[in-house]
């Protein structure tokens, strides 16, 4: 039987992140061989956590990764804060934005490599942790990428704009999408879903009635509660949260946002 030391031990330990006596084990059994121990540990415990992906995972991360003329977002699930601030997590988290901006644009699968940085993060913590979405976006020359990752690592926020745009007030832009309250929805009033568009409108008219206006006033006010909507959730319409003397329109000049992406770690709209 080959003589297995505490070095070995440790550093399959380190490796892989689980008890001593599991490492310990595993490098009897493989008679010291590091790496037949590391690969029987990952068969045998990801197969032992394929029972609990069913189990609630409502804790997580989100990062972003930018790189020339490409960008990524990505979220994480886990099922507690303690792993989802943990160092090896944060660093998933990282390591998949990063692969993902090798990928074509727009909605992204996991690939089996960023699987495989997941099944570490499942067989060291014993927990139910997965990519929840993933989303790559593209910029042509003079356009600008900017984003926001709070401190907690629960919210980020990747925009996408035209030329024109001073890197600063494109940093303060994502940070006003981050705290501003309501969230926005879309870019300008065109963007917003048809379906909440007329909710709103169908909310407001049935107000005006109840008050006892005419179908003339209740039609002006019924307008004018939706330029207030329009306002609240669209994105270059809001009061810029630093200063709500000027809007957001108000900051970029002639420049357009092209795209905004505002994921929270357990929500799944973008």
């Known amino acids: 039987m080959a003589q297995i030391n505490a070095k070995d031990v440790m550093a399959l330990r380190n490796r892989t ?38 189990r609630v995972a409502t804790e997580g991360r989100v ?44 909605p992204i ?6 699987n495989a940085i997941m099944d570490d993060i499942r067989i060291s913590t014993g927990e139910n942790a997965s990519v929840a979405r993933i989303h790559k976006i593209e910029k042509d020359n003079g356009e600008s990428f900017s984003s926001y990752v709070h401190h907690d690592g629960k919210t980020a926020v990747l925009v996408h704009a035209s030329a024109g745009v001073e890197d600063d007030v494109l940093r303060q832009i994502c940070m006003h999408i981050t705290a501003a309250v309501p969230r926005p929805i879309g870019i300008t009033a065109d963007d917003i879903p048809a379906d909440l568009v007329e909710k709103e409108r169908k909310f407001r008219m049935e107000q005006a009635v109840e008050s006892g206006k005419n179908e003339e006033i209740a039609t002006m006010m019924v307008e004018g509660g939706l330029k207030k909507f329009y306002s609240d959730v669209a994105l270059i319409e809001q009061d810029f949260v630093v200063d709500p003397s000027k809007k957001i329109k108000d900051l970029l000049g002639g420049a357009t946002i092209k795209s905004f992406f505002r994921w929270e770690v357990g929500a799944e709209e973008a």
Do not use: H, W, Y
Request: net charge negative.
């Open 17 to 54: 992140g689980l008890p001593m006596m599991a490492c310990k084990k595993a490098l009897t059994e493989a008679g010291g061989d590091m790496e037949l121990a590391e690969n029987n540990l990952r068969k045998t415990l990801k197969g032992k956590m394929e029972s609990r992906t069913d």
């Open 109 to 114: 699968a996991p690939t089996d490599e960023m």
């Open 63 to 106: 990062a972003v990764a930018v790189n020339g003329s490409s960008a990524a977002i990505v979220d994480l699930k886990a099922e507690t804060d303690f792993t989802a601030k943990n160092d090896k997590f944060i660093e998933a988290a990282d390591k998949i934005a990063q692969l993902a901006l090798d990928l074509p644009a727009g």
